[in-house]
């Protein structure tokens, strides 16, 4: 039950920062999104930090934390940009196969997985190819003004493949360390690779509309790692994958918030990714 409470919970939180990360980009850019996102979620946990007292930290514990916040970072950074050249309804689906591919690490490192739940990967990974040979024709009736273009797809996929990456690594610092220490790689790589160089270079920009956004997106994505870090040491793959339903929660929220709607062919691919990971999940339950 952990494992379904923290997954559902990160679900949730992923989905806000990504409607709101959504918007932001577009407005100060990717780049400078990330930074104050990670600016506001170091600041955020800095309590938890000191609350939770001192660790100690072997050289498992500091690989593990390395992979999961440069993972994370790079993912953020390329899911931030793809959000700049194509819709919520597209992006968050592809990236929502982070879940499977932590799985897929999770089955690599030790975990068992059936013949089914492969032949579902496979699925998934099909929706995904959908969605990308899908093109950027204009959609009737999209009242959202942004086209997505291919380059937005690529970004997708890359932020998917680091972001899977990262949910293992994350899972594994978690099941030694406190959750805030979980949480704090990424901050702390991207507020010292990101947001300090952007300031000392006087081009971390923000603007009164970007504000409230970016101050969204850095709550909702620490939120939503120590939710999935809590379930995750009660089940590594039923937690990752069930925070990647925040692509379903997401999409239909830019449908009635931004006005995006999508071609069929794009909507066949969304579908499929978003059945295939709600499968995976039943059969790792």
Same mark, same amino acid.
């Given at each position: 039950?952990?494992?379904? *409470?923290?997954? =559902?919970? $990160?679900?949730? $939180?992923?989905?806000?920062?990504?409607?709101?990360?959504?918007?932001?980009?577009? =407005?100060?850019?990717?780049?400078?999104?990330?930074?104050?996102?990670?600016?506001?979620?170091?600041?955020?946990?800095?309590?938890?930090?000191?609350?939770?007292?001192?660790?100690?930290?072997?050289?498992?514990? =500091?690989?593990?934390?390395? @992979?999961?916040?440069?993972?994370?970072?790079?993912?953020? @950074?390329?899911?931030?940009?793809?959000?700049?050249?194509?819709?919520?309804?597209?992006?968050?689906?592809?990236?929502?196969?982070?879940?499977?591919?932590? $799985?897929?690490?999770?089955?690599?490192?030790?975990?068992? =997985?059936?013949?089914?739940?492969?032949?579902?990967?496979?699925?998934?990974?099909?929706?995904?190819?959908?969605?990308?040979?899908?093109?950027?024709?204009?959609?009737?009736?999209?009242?959202?003004?942004?086209?997505?273009?291919?380059?937005?797809?690529?970004?997708?996929?890359?932020?998917? &493949?680091?972001?899977?990456?990262?949910?293992?690594?994350?899972?594994?610092?978690?099941?030694? *360390?406190?959750?805030?220490?979980?949480? &704090?790689?990424?901050?702390?790589?991207?507020?010292?690779?990101?947001?300090?160089?952007?300031?000392?270079?006087?081009?971390?920009?923000?603007?009164?509309?970007?504000?409230?956004?970016? *101050?969204?997106?850095? &709550?909702?994505?620490?939120?939503?790692?120590?939710?999935?870090?809590?379930?995750?040491?009660?089940?590594?793959?039923?937690?990752?994958?069930?925070?990647?339903?925040?692509?379903?929660?997401?999409?239909?929220?830019?449908?009635?918030?931004?006005?995006?709607? &999508?071609?069929?062919?794009?909507?066949?691919?969304?579908?499929?990714?978003?059945?295939?990971?709600? @499968?995976?999940?039943?059969?790792?339950?």
């Amino acid at each position: 039950m952990i494992a379904v *409470l923290g997954g =559902l919970g $990160a679900a949730l $939180a992923w989905a806000v920062a990504a409607l709101c990360s959504a918007r932001a980009s577009r =407005l100060i850019g990717s780049t400078a999104t990330l930074a104050w996102a990670m600016l506001i979620g170091l600041t955020a946990i800095s309590p938890l930090l000191v609350a939770s007292g001192p660790v100690s930290l072997g050289r498992s514990e =500091l690989i593990w934390m390395g @992979l999961s916040g440069l993972g994370n970072v790079v993912g953020l @950074l390329a899911v931030y940009r793809a959000f700049q050249f194509g819709k919520v309804g597209i992006v968050a689906p592809i990236v929502s196969t982070e879940g499977a591919i932590a $799985a897929v690490v999770s089955v690599a490192a030790g975990e068992s =997985l059936g013949v089914a739940s492969g032949l579902v990967l496979g699925g998934v990974v099909a929706g995904v190819a959908v969605v990308a040979a899908a093109g950027s024709a204009d959609v009737a009736g999209d009242r959202s003004g942004i086209r997505h273009q291919p380059i937005a797809t690529g970004y997708a996929i890359v932020a998917a &493949l680091c972001f899977g990456l990262s949910l293992y690594a994350t899972g594994q610092v978690g099941a030694t *360390l406190p959750a805030a220490w979980a949480v &704090l790689p990424a901050r702390l790589i991207g507020v010292v690779a990101i947001a300090l160089p952007l300031a000392v270079l006087s081009r971390l920009r923000l603007t009164r509309a970007a504000a409230p956004l970016v *101050l969204a997106v850095g &709550l909702a994505e620490v939120t939503g790692f120590m939710s999935f870090t809590i379930g995750a040491t009660a089940g590594i793959a039923i937690s990752a994958v069930l925070a990647s339903q925040f692509a379903a929660i997401a999409a239909v929220a830019a449908h009635f918030l931004f006005g995006e709607r &999508l071609s069929g062919r794009q909507a066949a691919g969304a579908a499929t990714i978003a059945v295939g990971v709600a @499968l995976l999940t039943a059969m790792q339950a």
